[in-house]
């Protein structure tokens, strides 16, 4: 008989206009919103560079990585960090990006989630689900992450 879990402890992750569903193993930390270090970048999904426990993150706006307008609101924002595993993981461990407000914890088992295929996805999802009744995404990491080590190796 397996040990699998029954449930995975999830957050769901505001952002403009939706919801993320990341499992909680892959954040590492919300933290207070902070101005970026300016940027040359002229690209919507790249916000600059922030500080966390000695490292320099690259910021990503999802929104801007799913090519959608941002209306950023710095007293509600936070910032999420992420846990890398792709390939550049080894030299980048973590990136941030914005949110819209406090995540919300969910315990998703599979009979609570669907797949909704009558919603559309961004390049920067992997795909949409409905989780009860809330509408979520559930973010391609992976292209976050390539974005990330885009701007990291550029600006």
């Not at 595993?85 to 995540?103: E, K, N, R």
Request: aromatic letters at 10%; proline letters at 7%.
């Amino acid at each position: 008989m397996s040990d699998l879990p029954n449930s995975v402890s999830c957050l769901l992750l505001p952002v403009q206009n939706r919801f993320l569903l990341l499992p909680n193993t892959s954040v590492a930390e919300i933290v207070d919103y902070q101005a970026p270090e300016q940027s040359e970048s002229d690209t919507p999904w790249f916000l600059g560079f922030i500080r966390w426990r000695g490292l320099r993150l690259p910021l990503i706006s999802y929104e801007g990585a799913s090519e959608k307008e941002s209306s950023f609101r710095p007293e509600q924002a936070r910032i999420a960090v992420t846990n890398c595993i792709g390939s550049h993981a080894g030299q980048q461990p973590f990136i941030a990006f914005l949110t819209s407000g406090l995540p919300r914890l969910a315990k998703v088992a599979p009979a609570d989630i669907q797949t909704s295929d009558s919603t559309e996805c961004s390049k920067a999802d992997e795909m949409a689900v409905t989780l009860g009744e809330q509408e979520a995404f559930i973010p391609d990491l992976s292209y976050l992450e390539d974005l990330a080590w885009q701007a990291h190796s550029e600006y």
